[in-house]
């Protein structure tokens, strides 16, 4: 359930795995329309991740197979490398543990001086740096749509255009709810981003989290600093957020964009500030979690929102890095889908945010006993979710047949 990039990967898994039984259910009419598509489509290294936790351990594996994929499939990709910059002496010790972490995941980083960073990145003005070869950018969208052709022409049958409302188990099989007639399963995996919540509860299952989208709104960075960009700059990360902060990015197609901010979406598909649904953002601003969490952190909050609605703020930021950026200097990116994002980000009722992907399995049975068909709720899924998709395909599966994964 769910065509977004993990979701397909799931059904290619499946299908490698030899079941020959399968399906996925979209509510929208083509493949990858939400976070999947509208993210900065860069191929992360695995560097900024807890060692040991699934991120880590997931996303390298997935930084080299996606490239694979791509190259195999003949996919538009690069291994540009990315630069992480320091600009202040306050961000050194934060740098210096991304450095423990990338080295810990086996990620090749190199930590680089004033002189390196300008050598790497000739528009860029920091203190320190770390040069990371292995990240890269693609197009996650194409990765998708290549992925649904796949397993459709290995005999997967896909349900596009049709909303599930909800998942009941029973003692044999699984009946999926939708808006155009039910669905019997034997096991379900469900993988609906930002409506992951809301069909778990709608099912019965109290998923321990909720949902809150955070808009990231994207510019396309013109001129001569947005040329001289040669590949990836990012700033060195709050530790305290699992948001990797507003960089600049070249992409596959050649222009460079800066972003994305982190501002609460009004809606759970809500892309700009006129898109509001009342019941929604209630929701979301009457939920304990969130209250716990803009309690804490209503400053940086307020922050994401100026710099969201000035766009010379939002050079600013930009031009800690890129010295001279100027509010002028970025457009609105023609493709509507490339200017904002919204990220599913799990938060628990304590107003923490889930750092780790969360894949948690229905052990309920309304019967009354245990076994019976699985139902694998994902939910928590963001960055570096579309870097991560084919282990995390993997992962799942073997989940699902009861498999231990290699650690």
């Given at each position: 359930?769910?065509?977004?990039?993990?979701?397909?990967?799931?059904?290619h898994e499946l299908l490698a795995a030899g079941h020959t039984s399968v399906a996925l259910v979209e509510r929208e009419h083509t493949p990858?329309?939400?976070?999947?598509?509208?993210?900065?489509?860069?191929?992360?290294?695995?560097?900024?991740?807890?060692?040991?936790?699934?991120?880590?351990?997931?996303?390298?594996?997935?930084?080299?197979?996606?490239?694979?994929?791509?190259?195999?499939?003949?996919?538009?990709?690069?291994?540009?490398?990315?630069?992480?910059?320091?600009?202040?002496?306050?961000?050194?010790?934060?740098?210096?543990?991304?450095?423990?972490?990338?080295?810990?995941?086996?990620?090749?980083?190199?930590?680089?001086?004033?002189?390196?960073?300008?050598?790497?990145?000739?528009?860029?003005?920091?203190?320190?740096?770390?040069?990371?070869?292995?990240?890269?950018?693609?197009?996650?969208?194409?990765?998708?749509?290549?992925?649904?052709?796949?397993?459709?022409?290995?005999?997967?049958?896909?349900?596009?255009?049709?909303?599930?409302?909800?998942?009941?188990?029973?003692?044999?099989?699984?009946?999926?709810?939708?808006?155009?007639?039910?669905?019997?399963?034997?096991?379900?995996?469900?993988?609906?981003?930002?409506?992951?919540?809301?069909?778990?509860?709608?099912?019965?299952?109290?998923?321990?989290?909720?949902?809150?989208?955070?808009?990231?709104?994207?510019?396309?960075?013109?001129?001569?600093?947005?040329?001289?960009?040669?590949?990836?700059?990012?700033?060195?990360?709050?530790?305290?957020?699992?948001?990797?902060?507003?960089?600049?990015?070249?992409?596959?197609?050649?222009?460079?964009?800066?972003?994305?901010?982190?501002?609460?979406?009004?809606?759970?598909?809500?892309?700009?500030?006129?898109?509001?649904?009342?019941?929604?953002?209630?929701?979301?601003?009457?939920?304990?979690?969130?209250?716990?969490?803009?309690?804490?952190?209503?400053?940086?909050?307020?922050?994401?929102?100026?710099?969201?609605?000035?766009?010379?703020?939002?050079?600013?930021?930009?031009?800690?890095?890129?010295?001279?950026?100027?509010?002028?200097?970025?457009?609105?990116?023609?493709?509507?889908?490339?200017?904002?994002?919204?990220?599913?980000?799990?938060?628990?009722?304590?107003?923490?945010?889930?750092?780790?992907?969360?894949?948690?399995?229905?052990?309920?049975?309304?019967?009354?006993?245990?076994?019976?068909?699985?139902?694998?709720?994902?939910?928590?899924?963001?960055?570096?979710?579309?870097?991560?998709?084919?282990?995390?395909?993997?992962?799942?599966?073997?989940?699902?047949?009861?498999?231990?994964?290699?650690?």
């Amino acid at each position: 359930m769910g065509g977004g990039i993990v979701g397909f990967a799931v059904l290619h898994e499946l299908l490698a795995a030899g079941h020959t039984s399968v399906a996925l259910v979209e509510r929208e009419h083509t493949p990858g329309t939400h976070q999947t598509g509208r993210n900065s489509n860069v191929i992360h290294s695995g560097l900024y991740y807890a060692p040991g936790s699934l991120k880590a351990r997931l996303a390298v594996a997935g930084c080299a197979e996606t490239k694979e994929f791509c190259a195999e499939h003949a996919l538009p990709y690069q291994e540009c490398g990315k630069v992480v910059v320091a600009t202040d002496g306050a961000e050194l010790p934060r740098m210096a543990e991304l450095v423990r972490r990338g080295r810990a995941n086996g990620v090749e980083v190199h930590e680089i001086d004033e002189a390196g960073v300008r050598e790497r990145e000739p528009a860029v003005a920091a203190i320190a740096g770390l040069w990371v070869p292995s990240t890269g950018i693609c197009d996650y969208g194409a990765i998708t749509q290549k992925l649904a052709d796949l397993a459709v022409a290995r005999g997967a049958v896909l349900h596009t255009g049709r909303t599930v409302r909800s998942v009941q188990r029973r003692r044999h099989d699984t009946v999926v709810h939708t808006d155009r007639g039910d669905l019997l399963a034997g096991q379900v995996v469900v993988c609906a981003g930002l409506r992951s919540d809301e069909i778990a509860r709608a099912s019965g299952f109290d998923p321990g989290v909720r949902i809150v989208p955070f808009r990231g709104e994207y510019s396309d960075l013109v001129g001569p600093i947005g040329e001289a960009v040669r590949g990836l700059v990012y700033p060195v990360p709050d530790p305290a957020f699992p948001f990797l902060g507003v960089h600049a990015t070249r992409g596959v197609d050649g222009s460079v964009h800066v972003g994305p901010n982190a501002v609460l979406a009004l809606a759970r598909e809500g892309y700009d500030w006129g898109t509001l649904r009342v019941r929604e953002l209630a929701g979301t601003l009457t939920d304990p979690g969130f209250l716990a969490l803009a309690g804490k952190q209503w400053r940086y909050g307020l922050g994401e929102m100026y710099r969201s609605l000035s766009r010379r703020a939002m050079a600013a930021a930009v031009a800690r890095m890129l010295p001279g950026v100027t509010a002028d200097e970025l457009q609105p990116p023609h493709d509507v889908a490339r200017r904002a994002g919204v990220r599913a980000q799990a938060v628990r009722p304590d107003g923490s945010l889930v750092d780790d992907f969360l894949f948690v399995q229905d052990e309920s049975l309304d019967s009354g006993s245990g076994g019976g068909p699985s139902v694998l709720h994902v939910l928590n899924a963001p960055s570096p979710a579309a870097t991560a998709a084919l282990p995390i395909g993997r992962e799942i599966v073997a989940r699902l047949e009861g498999k231990s994964v290699d650690a």
